[in-house]
């Protein structure tokens, strides 16, 4: 209140002294309007140019950024297409070299067996059974004009001969039929043999098709990425935010398992480092060491991984020779061996341990509860221990979903900041229209505020130059 | 190769960061319980061992616990039942536990009445034990009616210090004078809590209903 009435003139007279000071300020206000114009315009120009040049400056980074983005995600991409065709040829090169290299002895094969059926077949070709002489014999006899009895002995003989060489013929004829039927059944399984190699021939060529297509669409989509083009661009984007999603969903995954793996030895690591010591105000020095553990087993899970050349997270790993690989390999597995016994004999400790306690408040309540040794006691205890050995293991499976992250990452949050830095750029240059804008709007808002001077001036001006500026005015709406 | 150099720095730097981190303070409780075995309170000490059980299954390893006597004059090592601060080890705290409630079962049995109520002594002693001990978190608790009698010669009424320390009563069982005129047993509760207050302790609370003893390790 006394701050206020150090503004007044009378502060006696608050309604006069208000006026004067509207007055003061009217005219002050009012000798200052091309100035004050000037300012506001200016300030709301400089805003507005900076916003702009500050949008275009982040437009421009994120182009170089996409670029950039675009570059690492093709030649990414072009390696791993690579990779997909120098495994689609070795493939195609082991099916050759494994069937083309039975090939000579798969022909002679087959060539033995096809003459071997050949010749089976010509032996099996049945034989015509001999022409019976009696016919013409029969027919001579059936033509003597005079023979009575003489030719009725002798068309009884000629019936027992003939019936003497109708068995012995019919009896070589089975014969005969016999043996064809043996040659042929002992061809079957040179027909199957044939069929076999003929089906195999046939499956090894549809196998060497199909990686012949697989070869041609990996073709298709390196040579895509060797053109640059958007479309490639796009897929492997999408194709990073896929591979993210599924490996940050599995390491949730491992997550949940190194939480119940930090839960196994938590309690038991309180017996070797103390359970009173404390790193920060709720953090326990027995949790950190756990944490410790589980992490160690994680980390020797990656190198294990990495030394089989499943992942490749640490290029100085993929470049040791063989022989150095192997050692790291090994070392890695012992010291995850070691571990995985370690834990599981912390599992079993900690069963031990809620055991004593549980038996220590038993001893303090009043009731005393009968003593279970049942079966059912004991299976906890051996899941405990068996979960302790196989989570390390499970664990370091990982080092797989982490390669994946880490690799689809770097699109992803390249990806992210060209879109955050499009959208800030576009909400730059709203503003920047705002503060144009603006400028106007505060003039007028200035204007209104000395609007009696301005009415006065206006009436002025009209008095004095009335009718100039009537003829002035004609002359340009005419023109208009 | 850029990912493994910064994992390299991280996994460096990790210590550094939780050496900084380190809590140097003390997150271990101390408790020192002062049982009243003057005149007809000494039926109530069924009633204490409750609460010292119920201590012995919520302490931690690290933690100290004394149990002491209330008698004519309690400024004395010798009315300490026992005391212990268990070890590192939860297996070895279990042990030790197992012990101090053998020591407590001992005095149980052969607990014998006092003439006279030495509460503030005992207070005194109790803050001293604690401040020696030196746990995160210093708790009194004084088994009894509150109401103190001391003998011929024995001078309590001067200023003492109980800075830090938590102090409770606990199942403080009303007299029959105070049946008459309940003023004398809620003026009594107000002496101690004021004397209690002036004396620098962090807090005070009566609790009546062993059956909430959960306040007596929580809330600190």
Redesign the interface.
């Known amino acids: 209140m006394n701050n206020l009435n150090s503004w007044l003139f009378w502060p006696d007279q608050v309604a006069l002294s208000v006026l004067a000071l509207f007055f003061l300020l009217t005219i002050f206000l009012y000798a200052a309007r091309i100035p004050a114009h000037n300012v506001i315009i200016s300030l709301c120009s400089l805003a507005g140019h900076a916003l702009r040049f500050t949008a275009s400056w982040l437009l421009l980074t994120a182009e170089g950024l996409r670029q950039r983005n675009k570059t690492v995600l093709l030649a990414h991409g072009q390696a791993e297409v690579t990779s997909q065709i120098e495994r689609e040829f070795e493939r195609v090169t082991a099916l050759v070299r494994k069937e083309l290299g039975e090939y000579p002895a798969l022909q002679r094969k087959m060539m033995d067996e096809l003459t071997r059926i050949e010749e089976d077949y010509l032996k099996c070709g049945e034989v015509p059974p001999p022409t019976p002489e009696w016919v013409e014999a029969l027919s001579t006899i059936a033509n003597l004009k005079s023979g009575g009895d003489i030719a009725k002995k002798l068309l009884e003989d000629l019936q027992k001969s003939v019936q003497k060489v109708h068995d012995k013929t019919i009896s070589e004829y089975r014969k005969s039929y016999e043996g064809r039927h043996k040659i042929l059944k002992s061809l079957m399984p040179v027909w199957r043999s044939v069929d076999k190699s003929v089906k195999n021939i046939d499956a090894n060529m549809v196998n060497l098709n199909a990686n012949a297509k697989a070869i041609d669409t990996h073709m298709a989509r390196y040579e895509e990425m060797r053109a640059k083009t958007d479309k490639s661009e796009h897929t492997l984007a999408i194709s990073a935010f896929v591979q993210l999603g599924i490996s940050s969903l599995v390491m949730m995954i491992a997550v949940g398992g190194a939480f119940i793996n930090f839960k196994l030895i938590a309690l038991p690591m309180s017996e070797m480092v103390g359970a009173s010591d404390y790193i920060t105000n709720s953090l326990r020095t027995s949790d950190v060491a756990a944490l410790v553990i589980v992490l160690m087993e994680a980390t020797m899970g990656v190198f294990l991984l990495e030394s089989l050349r499943i992942t490749h997270l640490f290029p100085t790993m993929s470049s040791m020779n063989d022989q150095l690989r192997r050692r790291v390999m090994w070392a890695a597995l012992i010291l995850l061996l070691i571990l995985a016994g370690i834990e599981s004999s912390l599992a079993l400790m900690r069963d031990m341990l809620i055991a004593d306690k549980a038996a220590m408040l038993h001893d303090l309540s009043t009731v005393q509860p009968v003593a279970s040794d049942s079966l059912l006691t004991h299976i906890p205890m051996v899941g405990q221990m068996v979960m302790g050995f196989v989570l390390p293991f499970v664990l370091a499976f990982v080092a797989i979903p982490l390669e994946v992250a880490v690799y689809s990452l770097r699109t992803v949050a390249g990806v992210v900041l060209v879109m955050l830095m499009r959208a800030i750029s576009f909400a730059l240059r709203f503003l920047a229209m705002i503060f144009n804008r603006l400028g106007r709007i505060l003039v007028n808002i200035y204007d209104i505020t000395i609007v009696l001077p301005l009415l006065v001036e206006r009436w002025v001006i009209g008095l004095r130059g009335s009718v100039p500026a009537k003829a002035s005015d004609l002359k340009t709406g005419r023109a208009s | ?1 850029k ?2 150099k910064y994992l390299l720095v991280v996994l460096l730097a990790l210590p550094l960061v ?1 050496s900084g ?3 140097n ?1 003390s ?2 409780n101390g408790v020192y319980v002062l049982i009243d075995t003057s005149g007809t309170y000494t039926q109530q000490v069924t009633k204490a061992r409750t609460i010292i ?1 119920y201590l ?2 919520n302490l ?4 100290s616990l004394a149990v002491a006597k209330v008698e004519s004059k309690s400024f004395s090592e010798k009315d300490i039942i026992a005391k212990v601060t268990f070890d ?4 070895q ?2 042990l030790e ?2 012990a101090f ?1 053998q020591k407590i079962e001992a005095f149980a049995k052969n607990v014998k009445g006092s003439a006279f109520t030495d509460i503030t002594g005992g207070l005194i002693q109790a803050a001293e034990y604690l401040n020696e001990a030196n746990p995160g978190n210093k708790t009194i608790i004084i088994f009894s009616d509150m109401q103190e009698e001391l003998g011929k010669g024995t001078v309590r009424d001067f200023p003492i210090k109980l800075t830090g320390i938590r102090v409770m009563a606990v199942n403080v069982t009303k007299l029959s004078t105070d049946n008459t005129d309940p003023r004398r047993y809620l003026d009594r509760l107000a002496w101690w809590e004021k004397r209690v207050r002036d004396a620098g302790a962090t807090d005070w609370s009566v609790i009546n209903d062993l059956e909430h003893l959960d306040k007596v390790l929580g809330n600190q």
Request: net charge positive; with cysteine; glycine share 4%.
């Open positions: 190769m990912f493994a939780l981190c380190a809590d303070r997150h271990t059980n012995l299954a931690n390893a690290g933690d590192r080890r939860p297996s705290a279990n536990k197992r409630n």
